[in-house]
């Protein structure tokens, strides 16, 4: 079946720092999201990418579709404490049904 | 604009019993999804709905797991007969066609005894 795998895994960073994670899949995705997670609530929609090569930006969140369409990575510059929480990649699938990475733990020390 | 309201947000219950949750999408969104997620991992498709049409169940949807959404608005989940495994946050989602993003609310945890 389709499988996202994210890395890093978890990230302990400094305030202030840039932070970059990916996402690369065994298949392919004409869809990649990238999603938000804090503790206890459900995931928010950081950015979401649509064609091959695209290069989003939200804020401090840069995010890119690789050519390939099989992998994407997120960016965040200048962290700041709230930008704690699980980042979550995510592609549609041509069903409409989304196919969720691991995950990547950040924490932010200030 | 309200968001993907979900309800109870905590549900805990003894093993055997049935739970029902609630989802209201976001107004006029067509597409209605539910996911299961386990502690550490990214949230796994259970079902979907195009207005009141249930199109697609995960093999993950056991038989004790039923879904609707009778009106083509809000959607419940009724899980029968509880079983420890069924721990989790059950999470809905909803957009506007098939190919937008997914909006999620926050979750129905359910713990079994």
């Known amino acids: 079946g389709q499988q996202l795998n994210q890395s890093p895994q978890s990230m302990f960073i400094q305030e202030g720092e840039d932070v970059s994670m990916n996402c690369t899949s065994s298949?392919?995705?004409?869809?990649w999201l990238w999603y938000k997670q804090d503790p206890g609530e459900g995931p928010v929609l950081l950015i979401a990418?649509?064609?091959?090569?695209e290069l989003t930006s939200n804020g401090r969140l840069t995010a890119q579709f690789g050519i390939t369409r099989k992998d994407s990575f997120l960016n965040i510059s200048a962290s700041i404490p709230s930008d704690v929480g699980i980042y979550f990649c995510?592609?549609?699938?041509?069903?409409?049904?989304?196919?969720f990475g691991q995950g990547t733990e950040l924490s932010v020390k200030p | 604009d309200t968001g993907v309201s979900q309800d109870p947000r905590h549900k805990i219950t003894k093993r055997g019993q049935n739970v029902t949750f609630r989802c209201d999408p976001i107004?006029?969104?067509?597409?209605l999804y539910w996911y299961r997620q386990t502690l550490g991992q990214g949230p796994e498709f259970l079902t979907y709905?195009?207005?009141?049409?249930?199109?697609?169940k995960s093999r993950l949807l056991s038989d004790r797991f039923s879904a609707e959404r009778p009106k083509g608005s809000f959607s419940t989940l009724e899980i029968q007969r509880t079983e420890q495994g069924d721990s989790a946050m059950y999470l809905c989602?909803?957009?506007?066609?098939?190919?937008?993003?997914?909006?999620f609310g926050d979750g129905t945890r359910l713990s079994i005894l």
């Open positions: 107004s006029e969104h067509n597409r």
């Open positions: 990418l649509y064609k091959a090569g």
């Open positions: 989602a909803s957009s506007l066609f098939v190919n937008q993003p997914q909006h």
């Open positions: 298949s392919i995705f004409n869809t």
């Open positions: 709905f195009q207005n009141e049409a249930q199109l697609e």
């Open positions: 995510a592609g549609l699938n041509q069903g409409g049904k989304l196919i």
